[in-house]
């Protein structure tokens, strides 16, 4: 069976199916994909996209439709919450091009939705169907046949493989009864965006220059604050622990919460939060990342479908973008063989996705301590250099493709494969 004689079907047109949609069509896949929503509409807040994913989007041809609405961070600053003095600075801009070989790009989502999107349009081999939701799954021998509901009307798709690409949480994960369910992290995040203009007028005493991530730390939560939509708009994220209300992604927010969290911080990084006009929360939810994110009858999973992690990090999207480039790599590397691609890709991806995730929850750990504990961070990241700090990052944004994927060809596919 050579898996490019018949359709590969992927469900979610988000950031991870979109971009393995665009990576599967080079190397001469046809694909279907299914998006349950009728249109891709702005939605979502902003990203940070580091190297290891600016590089494979500039690959997959989207970096050049990207740029013109991106902004290139100069620098992510760690800065205390109640004094907002600088803590720590790690150097991006054109030090990052240089040193991961890539930039370090900040971006709303809706706008990288966008430029897949664009990408996607141009490939003929890609049928991009909307309001069309996956509901159910039959395994075969020959294949996996989707029950797909369009309308209120169930059609049936047969293809040799189905990728998970439908979030956190996934439908094709419980179809496939494999891997982990999701679970609540415990923690909220709230989300707004803040037009630069009305961030210069009276609440900039917090902020420094519009140009990079800064992150404010405190035992009650985080916020990071960075510039998206060509710099005309501020994209703000908190993080505190809250008791799990809803499961979806965009909510209503209630400020109080939030202010409540932030005792004890600047009165200008309060006034600042407060200068948002409309805050939404959005609970985070984790998947383990040691449970199956493939099954031998065809179904792989990616991104957050495969392992939802904290935000601590900054690699949700960028992890998403790696799994869908390796396990287009993987399949082109074992075209006829469906078990061994799977393998090969779930095999290579683990170990990655386990330390970033340790990362994360690292991260998460640090961010939010208090007493000693903080007193000691503190002061251990004053006493260390920018060029040092970014060393400590080379292991994640110098990652690339072969670095998982030994002797695969890590520049721009043919159509016809590798």
């Known amino acids: 069976m050579d898996l490019r004689a018949g359709p590969i079907a992927i469900a979610g047109a988000g950031i991870a199916g979109l971009t393995a949609a665009l990576a599967l069509a080079q ?3 046809q694909v279907r994909l299914f998006e349950r929503s009728d249109r891709l509409e702005e939605v979502g807040a902003g990203l940070q996209l580091s190297p290891n994913a600016t590089r494979l989007l500039d690959r997959l041809g989207v970096l050049s439709i990207l740029k013109p609405i991106a902004v290139r961070a100069e620098a992510v600053e760690i800065r205390s919450a109640r004094t907002l003095g600088r803590l ?3 150097p991006l801009g054109e030090k990052a091009v240089r040193r991961w070989g890539a930039p370090y790009l900040t971006v709303h989502r809706a706008d990288l939705q966008s430029a897949l999107l664009a990408a996607v349009k141009r490939q003929p081999e890609i049928d991009l169907a909307t309001g069309a939701t996956v509901r159910d799954a039959a395994f075969h021998d020959y294949g996996v046949t989707l029950s797909v509901d369009r309308d209120g009307r169930i059609e049936e798709f047969g293809c040799k493989l189905a990728i998970g690409a439908d979030g956190v949480w996934s439908t094709l994960r419980e179809l496939g009864r494999h891997g982990r369910q999701s679970r609540y992290s415990g923690y909220v995040a709230w989300r707004a965006m803040l037009p630069s203009a009305q961030a210069g007028s009276g609440t900039d005493a917090a902020l420094p220059p519009n140009d990079r991530v800064t992150a404010w730390l405190h035992a009650g939560f985080h916020l990071v604050a960075y510039p998206v939509r060509a710099g005309e708009a501020i994209n703000l994220v908190a993080v505190t622990r809250a008791p799990e209300l809803t499961r979806r992604w965009s909510n209503a927010a209630d400020l109080s919460m939030l202010v409540a969290a932030m005792g004890g911080a600047s009165p ?3 006034q600042l939060v407060q200068a948002a006009d409309h805050w939404t929360t959005w609970p985070i939810h984790e998947v383990p990342p040691d449970g199956a994110w493939t099954a031998k009858e065809g179904i792989a999973l990616i991104g957050d479908a495969a392992h ?12 998403a973008i790696e799994d869908a480039v390796a396990l287009a790599a993987a ?3 074992e075209p006829t063989s469906l078990a061994a691609a799977l393998s090969l890709y779930e095999q290579a991806r683990r170990k990655r996705v386990k330390r970033v995730a340790a990362r994360g929850a690292f991260n998460r750990f640090t961010w939010h301590a208090s007493g000693p ?3 000691v961070r503190d002061r251990v990241l004053a006493l260390r250099k920018p060029e040092t700090l970014a060393a400590d990052f080379d292991w994640l944004y110098g990652w690339d493709i072969g670095d998982d994927l030994p002797r695969l060809e890590t520049s721009r596919p043919s159509q016809t494969g590798l």
């Open 373 to 375: 504990v903080a007193f």
């Open 88 to 90: 720590a600075s790690v």
């Open 268 to 270: 200008a990084l309060q």
């Open 27 to 29: 190397r001469g896949f």
């Open 308 to 319: 939802a992690m904290s935000p601590y990090a900054a690699q949700g999207a960028a992890m």
């Open 331 to 333: 399949l082109a590397r």
